[in-house]
C-alpha cells in the first residue's frame, strides 16, 4: 500500500511538476481527490509561513498526512521583489502576462538581471511539521520567450543554460528546478521515514 500525501494547491502546474517526480511509493492526492475546494489564503509575509499556512489547513481539517508549498522569484536588482507577491505582483492573482510585464518595466535600464526561483515546502508527516527548500540562480530576459511551464518561466533563464524554463521541456525543468530540488529531499526524507 502506498504512502498517501495530500498536496494543498490549486496550482495545476505545480502538481503536474510534482507528480512527475514521484514515483509508485508514495500516492499524491490533490485538493480535489479529498473534496475540498477551499481556496486558501495565503497571509504570512514569508515562504515559509505560507507553506505552513497551507499545510496546516488541511491537516487541521482533513488529519492527514499532507504538504503545502509556496514559491517565488527574487530578483536581486528590485531587492527581492515580486518575492511573497509573485502570484499576484502585478494586482490579480495567477496574472501572469501582467506580472511579467511589470518585472520587465521595473527593470528597463537595469544590467544586473540576477534572480532565483525558491520553494519551500512544509510537510506535516505523522503529525510533526518538516521544512524543505529549493532554490535556482539565473537571469531575467529582455524579452519573454517559449510557450511551456507557468508563471514567469519565460523570462527565466537558469544559469548554465541559454534558454528559459519555457524553452524547455518538463523534464528538463524538473531536473533542475526549485521545485524539483525541494520536493526531492521530501523523497530523501520519506524513503527513510
Ligand atoms: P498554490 O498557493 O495553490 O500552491 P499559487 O500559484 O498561488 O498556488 P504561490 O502562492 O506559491 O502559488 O505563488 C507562486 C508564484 O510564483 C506563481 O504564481 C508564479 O508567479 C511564481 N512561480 C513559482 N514557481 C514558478 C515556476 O516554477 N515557474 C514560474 N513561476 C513560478
Redesign the pocket.
Known sequence: MPLQLVF????R??LK?VAAKINGEIQLLTLQDIGCDQ??E?TGST?KE??GI?SHYIHTKYHMNCF??????IIDALNGE?G?Y????AGE??N?AA?IKKVLEKLKGIENRKAR?V?VISLIWNKDEHFFEGAVEGTIRHQPAGNG?????PV?QPDGYDIT?AEMSMEE?NKI???AKAIEKVIAFLNKA
Open positions: 494543498a494547491t490549486n496550482n502546474h505545480k511538476e481556496d486558501i495565503e515562504f505560507n507553506a497551507k503545502g508549498e509556496d514559491s517565488g522569484l515580486p511573497v509573485s502570484a499576484r505582483y492573482h495567477g501572469h506580472n526561483f520553494t511551464g507557468f508563471g514567469y518561466d527565466f524554463f525543468k528546478s526549485h521545485r
